[in-house]
């Protein structure tokens, strides 16, 4: 019986949250060691049919870069990164719409259904909601490094996101866009994809599913995690060092998205079992939530 009312209790305790979010999009950006685990994906998977069923409308923002990597060895394509970026010529593409938009996204629209949720497909080819530019990287001289076929999302079909959300599907979309002047494929990075989807929508959260369980004080103890960070605190850790390398771009960017109309943006370790339900619909949370 005492195992029964503690349930009774997490439902209760969830109910606030399901109330306060319940038709509101919450973008979700699948990545990383999430994407390389098929038990941690599932899961995900899981609690995406969970936040759809009870009322939310979470929207799917894919990579893939391991499964590319992968497929390029095959192909004996040696990979070449450039400031962190994967340099995407002609053959290269091919195999990232292959992987990306053809395999990875298929897959995760099958697994969603499997479970018992209902999911759509964005993969460019016949529905492509993400358009932009391609993109260069400054150099050390000022001069402009090319990147090939990777660009920048400028335009996002809002309408037909919004419009799978209403009638209960969870929109699926790889981390490619198409330059609208020229019809010519980019390749995009996840979380600036990410980014910009949330943006486009107004989300009320964007979640990012990592490899670590958020901003740490001590970047090597998870049990150092900073459940809440706002702009002041974050400029500060960034000062200290307390956030380094690679989490620095990434907060500066929940930052800018912030200022632009998402409400708040959480970084969680997407390997945890139902981290994004933990997050989302506890009072205390398992990653950082960020805000102004």
């Known amino acids: 019986m005492r195992d029964a009312i503690e349930k009774a209790d997490v439902l209760i305790e969830a109910l606030g949250w399901i109330r306060r979010f319940r038709n509101k999009v919450t973008v979700i950006k699948l990545g990383g060691s999430v994407m390389e685990n098929p038990d941690a994906l599932r899961h995900c998977l899981i609690d995406i049919v969970f936040m759809e069923t009870v009322g939310m409308r979470p929207v799917v923002i894919h990579g893939g870069g391991a499964a590319i990597s992968r497929a390029m060895a ?3 394509i040696e990979p070449n990164f450039i400031q962190g970026r994967r340099y995407t010529d002609d053959a290269t593409l091919k195999i990232v719409e292959e992987v990306l938009a053809g395999k990875v996204c298929q897959h995760i629209t099958q697994e969603v259904e499997d479970i018992g949720g209902r999911a759509m497909s964005l993969n460019l080819d016949p529905q492509c909601v993400l358009f932009g530019e391609r993109m260069t990287l400054p150099g050390e001289n000022g001069e402009e490094i090319d990147l090939g076929h990777v660009g920048t999302v400028t335009e996002v079909d809002r309408a037909t996101i919004e419009n799978l959300c209403y009638a209960g599907q969870v929109p699926i979309i790889p981390s490619m866009c198409i330059d609208k002047a020229t019809g010519q494929k980019l390749n995009v990075n996840a979380d600036t994809a990410a980014n910009a989807v949330a943006e486009a929508l107004g989300a009320e959260k964007l979640v990012f599913l990592s490899d670590v369980n958020g901003v740490r004080l001590d970047k090597d103890n998870p049990d150092t995690l900073v459940h809440s960070l706002n702009r002041e605190k974050a400029v500060e850790m960034i000062k200290t060092g307390q956030i ?11 930052l800018e998205t912030l200022e632009r109309g998402v409400s708040k943006i959480h970084i969680i370790d997407g390997r945890l079992r139902h981290s994004l339900l933990l997050e989302i619909y506890t009072n205390t949370g398992v990653g950082t939530e960020i805000v102004l």
Do not use: R
Request: hydrophobic share 45%; with cysteine.
């Open 74 to 76: 095959e192909a004996k």
């Open 244 to 254: 380094a390398s690679g989490m620095i771009p990434k907060v500066e960017a929940c």
